[in-house]
C-alpha cells in the first residue's frame, strides 16, 4: 500500500515537472536569471532521478537504495588518491631506510680504513726506526763508517775507470751502490765504448730490486744493434724475462725467438734458462 502511494505520488511530481516546460513558455514578464536557470536545472536532474527510481522499483518490484553517483565518485577518487599517498609514502620511508643503512655502512668502513692506515703507518715507523738501530749495530760490530752516497764519491777520471769502480760494486754484492754509479756512468759516459756493456749490467742490478720497466729499458739499449760480445746472448735472454715479469708475454716471445737466430752458439746455460722462459711465457712451439 505504502508503495503504491509513493509512486502515485512520485508520478503526479513528474507530472508536474513534465508540465512546467511547457507553462514555462507563457511569456514572462522578465526573463530567469542565472540562479532560477541553475535551479532549473537542478530540479531536472532529480526529476530524471526519481523517473529512473519509479521505473526500478516497477519492475523489480523491490525496494530501491538510492546513492548520488556524483559523491559515491569523488569519495573512491579521494579513497584511490590516500591509497596511493599511503603506497608512496611507505616506499620512500623504505628507500630512506636503505639509504640510512648504507650511509652508516660507509661510514663504519672508512673508519676501519682510517684506523687500519694508522696502524700501518706506525708499524712502518717502528719498522723504519729498527732498520736504522740494526744497521747501527752491524756498523759498529764490524767496525765500519755509515756508507756515504756514491754521489759523494771523488769523481772517475775516465770512462774505463768509472766503469771498473761500478763492476767492482757489483762484485762486492752491492747492488744498490752498484745501480748508482752505472747509472751515472751511462749518463756521463753512455757513448762510449762500454755503454753498451754498463747499461746491461745497470739492467740487471734494476732487475734484482724488481725494477723491470727499467730494466727491460736498459737491456734494449745495451743489445742495440745485437752485439756479438760474451754477454750480448745472457743480455736478450734477460730483456725476455723482464718482459715476463710486465706481463707481456707476447713480446717476451718474439725476444726469445730473436735470441736463438741471433745467437745460435750462444751459452748452454742462457739457452736452457731461455726454455725456461719459454715455458713461462706459454710460447707456441
Not at 523491490?62 to 556524483?70: F, I, L, T, W, Y
Request: overall charge neutral; charged content about 25%.
Amino acid at each position: 500500500m505504502k508503495r503504491n502511494t509513493l509512486l502515485a505520488s512520485l508520478a503526479a511530481v513528474i507530472f508536474a515537472l513534465a508540465v512546467a516546460p511547457a507553462l514555462s513558455q507563457t511569456p514572462m514578464p522578465d526573463p530567469l536569471d542565472d540562479r532560477s536557470v541553475r535551479r532549473l536545472d537542478k530540479m531536472e536532474k532529480v526529476v530524471r532521478e526519481l523517473r529512473s527510481i519509479v521505473f526500478q522499483g516497477r519492475d523489480s518490484g523491490k525496494p530501491v537504495v538510492v546513492m548520488p553517483a556524483e559523491t559515491e565518485a569523488q569519495v573512491q577518487s579521494l579513497t584511490d588518491r590516500v591509497a596511493d599517498l599511503e603506497a608512496t609514502l611507505t616506499r620512500l620511508n623504505g628507500q630512506n631506510d636503505t639509504v640510512t643503512f648504507e650511509l652508516q655502512q660507509a661510514r663504519q668502513a672508512l673508519g676501519a680504513a682510517e684506523a687500519a692506515n694508522r696502524t700501518l703507518a706506525d708499524r712502518l715507523t717502528a719498522l723504519e726506526g729498527r732498520t736504522s738501530q740494526i744497521e747501527a749495530v752491524a756498523s759498529a760490530e764490524h767496525g765500519l763508517a755509515p756508507q756515504q752516497p756514491v754521489a759523494e764519491a771523488p769523481a772517475a777520471i775516465d770512462p774505463e775507470a768509472a766503469f771498473a769502480r761500478a763492476r767492482k760494486f757489483m762484485l762486492d754484492g752491492d747492488y744498490g751502490t752498484a745501480e748508482t754509479a752505472l747509472a751515472d756512468f751511462v749518463k756521463r759516459f753512455g757513448d762510449s765504448s762500454k755503454g753498451p756493456e754498463a747499461r746491461y749490467w745497470l739492467g740487471k742490478t734494476l732487475s734484482v730490486r724488481g725494477a723491470n720497466a727499467d730494466a727491460a729499458g736498459a737491456f734494449i739499449g745495451a743489445i742495440r744493434g745485437w752485439p756479438k760480445t760474451s754477454w750480448a746472448p745472457d743480455a736478450v735472454l734477460e730483456l725476455s724475462r723482464s718482459l715476463i715479469a710486465l706481463k707481456k708475454p707476447v713480446d717476451a716471445c718474439q725476444t726469445l725467438d730473436e735470441l736463438a737466430h741471433r745467437y745460435p752458439k750462444a751459452p748452454a746455460a742462457v739457452m736452457s734458462r731461455a726454455q725456461t722462459a719459454r715455458a713461462q711465457a706459454k710460447c707456441a712451439g
